[in-house]
């Protein structure tokens, strides 16, 4: 349960989004970021620890080229999923359920350390941050690289710049009413009729998602089911700086995946780090 200066910031666990991994698998089987972080590996090397890596949408990719993986995550239903995954495509991943901000693996240290599918998101208050950066920084190899990519905050401004159709990268503001995403066939086969509300935190810079997906089943019965999910946004500066103080140098900052400045018009903001000394 996550609590920001005293107060509580979330009543659930964040993680409902993936409580069906088959599903999640469906919905978000894009190659984003694979390309990206597959470079990385070529240039670090092996061996290579995905964080929060789900179903192994970009660590089986990269296990694939040959080199050795691990990939760690919170959800056991998730890492079930990843280790058919793997075994299916005769790859050998290690799979190890832990939590980002406390786990331990020995003396094991990594070329390339990464999160993914802005996952650094999920650590929604500063310690949770911090304690996530001290883990990394103490499995990570002196030479290696530590990377990962996190939404670009945005704001409504009289330019009026349209939200993205996916309603991921959307302006920082609290929205009441449910906003209707186009309809999608989920990995059951069923229809699904999905709308969002949102709710802003300024203070806490959590952008809090509750999203509510309908469809029929057996018949004209109608069912429906609520999600929440909860994301920090960190601006460019104030990254810097937790980076800088948890002992950490950006090497290289970009604002997509083709390698682009970051601006305010950037929709993420993409670092790849080294050990400060």
């Known amino acids: 349960m996550a609590t920001f200066g005293g107060r509580q910031l979330?009543?659930?666990?964040?993680?409902?989004?993936?409580?069906d991994p088959v599903d999640y698998d469906w919905r978000y089987s894009s190659d984003t970021g694979v390309a990206f972080y597959s470079a990385l590996a070529w240039e670090a090397g092996g061996p290579v620890l995905e964080i929060a890596c789900g179903t192994g949408r970009v660590a089986i990719p990269i296990a694939r080229q040959g080199f050795a993986v691990t990939g760690l995550d919170v959800v056991p239903a998730m890492l079930d999923r990843a280790r058919f995954k793997a075994e299916a495509a005769g790859l050998s991943v290690r799979w190890v359920e832990d939590d980002a901000r406390d786990f331990d693996l020995d003396s094991e240290r990594f070329r390339l350390i990464f999160l993914t599918g802005n996952a650094?998101?999920?650590f929604l208050t500063s310690a949770d941050q911090e304690a996530l950066l001290?883990?990394?920084?103490a499995h990570l190899h002196d030479e290696g690289l530590f990377?990962?990519?996190t939404r670009n905050p945005r704001w409504r401004t009289s330019e009026g710049r349209d939200e993205d159709p996916d309603g991921l990268f959307v302006y920082l503001e609290?929205?009441?009413e449910e906003e209707a995403l186009p309809p999608h066939t989920n990995a059951h086969g069923r229809e699904v009729?999905?709308?969002?509300?949102?709710?802003?935190?300024?203070?806490a810079q959590?952008?809090?998602?509750?999203?509510?997906q309908r469809w029929h089943e057996g018949g004209a019965q109608e069912r429906t089911k609520t999600k929440r999910?909860?994301?920090?946004?960190?601006?460019?500066?104030e990254l810097a700086a937790l980076l800088h103080h948890n002992g950490f140098t950006i090497a290289r900052r970009y604002g997509d995946w083709d390698g682009e400045p970051l601006t305010a018009a950037s929709p993420s903001i993409i670092v790849v780090c080294r050990k400060r000394t």
């Open 147 to 149: 990377a990962f990519e």
């Open 134 to 137: 001290g883990r990394v920084r």
């Open 193 to 203: 009729r999905e709308s969002r509300s949102r709710t802003y935190d300024h203070v």
């Open 206 to 212: 959590v952008l809090h998602w509750t999203s509510y």
């Open 229 to 237: 999910i909860a994301l920090r946004y960190t601006f460019p500066q």
């Open 174 to 176: 609290t929205r009441a």
């Open 10 to 19: 979330i009543d659930h666990d964040n993680l409902e989004e993936y409580a």
């Open 120 to 122: 650094f998101q999920a």
